[in-house]
C-alpha cells in the first residue's frame, strides 16, 4: 500500500486548511488510520487518529477543539481538517496506517506512511 499526503501549504493564524490522504493498493476500511507531524527540531508527534469505521476519534490536547479528522471509505481517504491554525502547528504532517490497531495514538502502532506534507503557518 501507498500513502500519498496533500493539501499543505502556507497559511496565516487563524485560517484552516485541509488535508488529504489517499491510498492505493490497500481498502483502508480495514485499517485504523492517523496523522502525525514532525517541527522543526522536534520528534514526530500524534496529532488525530480514527477508528477504522469512523466511529471513534481523537486528538492530541494541542490540537483538539481544532481540528477534524475523517475518513471516506468508500474513496479510500482520510482527511484532516485544520482550523484556526497557530504559528505552533507548522511542521510536516503525516498521515499513516496502521495493520495491527484499529484506532491508536502510539506511533509505534502504524508501520505504514505518506510522504509527508509542509504545513507553514505565519503572519
Known amino acids: 500500500v501507498q500513502l500519498q499526503a496533500s493539501g499543505g501549504g502556507s497559511a496565516q493564524p487563524g485560517d484552516s486548511l485541509r488535508l488529504s490522504c489517499a491510498a492505493s493498493?490497500?481498502?483502508?476500511?480495514?485499517?485504523?488510520m492517523g496523522w502525525f507531524r514532525q517541527g522543526p527540531g522536534k520528534e514526530r508527534e500524534f496529532v488525530a487518529t480514527?477508528?477504522?469505521?469512523?466511529?471513534?476519534?481523537g486528538y492530541a490536547d494541542s490540537v483538539k477543539d481544532r481540528f477534524i479528522i475523517s475518513r471516506d471509505n468508500a474513496k479510500n481517504t482520510v482527511t484532516l481538517q485544520m482550523n484556526s491554525l497557530k504559528p505552533e502547528d507548522t511542521a510536516v504532517y503525516f498521515c499513516?496506517?496502521?495493520?495491527?490497531?484499529?484506532?491508536?495514538?502510539?506511533?509505534?502502532?502504524?508501520?505504514?506512511w505518506g510522504q509527508g506534507t509542509q504545513v507553514t503557518v505565519s503572519s
Open positions: 480514527i477508528h477504522r469505521s469512523g466511529i471513534s476519534t
Open positions: 493498493g490497500r481498502t483502508l476500511s480495514r485499517y485504523g
Open positions: 499513516a496506517l496502521s495493520s495491527t490497531k484499529w484506532y491508536s495514538r502510539q506511533r509505534s502502532d502504524y508501520d505504514v
